[in-house]
């Protein structure tokens, strides 16, 4: 069976805190699959399965879930 990996990488010149608090409140939320890995200004989340659909849907999930993350900061 073919395994199908994707790569995302967040960066943020100005808030490398902002970053990575981002990454530690969405690592437990990570599936088999996904590692994410933290480097000063920026948050690199692999991902890896079997299917397509499942891959974008982490995906998706990952940037609305990092979007909500850095929302709530802004606001605190």
């Given at each position: 069976?073919?395994?199908?990996k994707?790569?995302?990488t967040?960066?943020s ?12 409140s ?36 990952y940037?609305?879930?990092?979007k909500?993350?850095?929302d709530?900061?802004?606001i605190?």
């Amino acid at each position: 069976m073919m395994r199908i990996k994707g790569k995302l990488t967040l960066k943020s010149e100005k808030a490398d805190e902002l970053v990575n608090i981002i990454a530690q409140s969405l690592a437990p939320d990570n599936v088999s699959g996904m590692k994410t890995l933290v480097d000063g200004d920026s948050v690199t989340v692999t991902f890896e399965g079997d299917k397509v659909g499942t891959i974008l849907a982490s995906v998706d999930d990952y940037l609305m879930n990092a979007k909500i993350a850095s929302d709530m900061l802004r606001i605190s």
